[in-house]
């Protein structure tokens, strides 16, 4: 998707990189609008439709995005580290009183205390907590229980592989990479494609340039620290950490998405 410099405010086209961020997510997860539907689904079932959300890296604002177009009485505090992927949903966000965005590092015990507000009606995320290694996610999903209000609701739609299918986890990871290459050759754009796009926005540069600082170029693998575990050791590790009930509620054949019940 072409972009464009709006010259007249000083700033990019905020619609155009939230929409491109969209269709490059969803090179990746075809069924990435199967998955959030499912999570508003249960977030009503669980927390009403006027709830108030903490979107946990929340990157350019998607789940914030459709939570306020499906509810119009929510609230939502959008939390990351990303400089350009904040800078995007700010400037997507900026005439929106129902959203506000914290900078915050998820891995530093602190992050809970620059919240605006003690607790949530519902805490949602969704393909970014594989970036953290296991005991940081251990320990973040502890956390995440204390923001919570008794009756509040956790989700994590992510990638969770299940280690006990090795021939069908090849068989659909085949199959996905020969649809994304089909799709490339195409003209889709991948994460390293969007990011190169990114960088050659000059209302972007600088913002983009501080993310590479902190992550890593995405070109050279910025995802290597990550790890990633099934949907039944999320479940146990949500039940570790303090939530009533825990279960999956979604699944594809690579991904999936747990929900806790505080």
């Excluded at 990871?173 to 494609?193: L, P």
Aim: proline share 5%; glycine share 8%.
């Amino acid at each position: 998707m072409a972009t464009h410099l709006d010259t007249t405010a000083g700033h990019a086209d905020w619609q155009v990189w939230q929409d491109s961020w969209d269709r490059q997510q969803e090179w990746y997860l075809p069924d990435r609008e199967e998955r959030f539907r499912v999570m508003l689904d249960m977030v009503e079932a669980l927390a009403g439709r006027e709830p108030r959300v903490l979107d946990l890296a929340c990157g350019t604002g998607s789940i914030s995005d459709r939570l306020l177009r499906r509810f119009p009485a929510s609230r939502s505090t959008g939390v990351d580290l990303d400089p350009a992927l904040l800078t995007v949903a700010r400037g997507h966000f900026a005439h929106e009183g129902r959203v506000e965005f914290v900078t915050a590092d998820l891995t530093d015990a602190g992050w809970v205390g620059k919240l605006p507000h003690g607790t949530y009606d519902a805490v949602l995320t969704a393909t970014a907590l594989h970036w953290l290694r296991t005991p940081q996610l251990s320990a973040l999903y502890g956390q995440i229980a204390g923001v919570l209000r008794t009756g509040g609701v956790f989700m994590n739609a992510d990638h969770m592989p299940d280690p006990s299918t090795p021939r069908i986890n090849a068989a659909a990871h085949a199959f996905a990479e020969r649809r994304r290459e089909q799709e490339k050759a195409a003209g889709a754009r991948d994460w390293a494609d969007w990011w190169g796009a990114m960088a050659e926005e000059p209302a972007l540069a600088e913002v983009v340039e501080e993310r590479y600082r902190i992550f890593g170029d995405p070109t050279n693998g910025d995802h290597a620290d990550g790890e990633v575990q099934s949907a039944a050791w999320h479940v146990e590790a949500l039940r570790s950490a303090g939530f009533a009930e825990a279960r999956q509620v979604w699944c594809s054949p690579e991904d999936a998405m747990v929900l806790g019940l505080r």
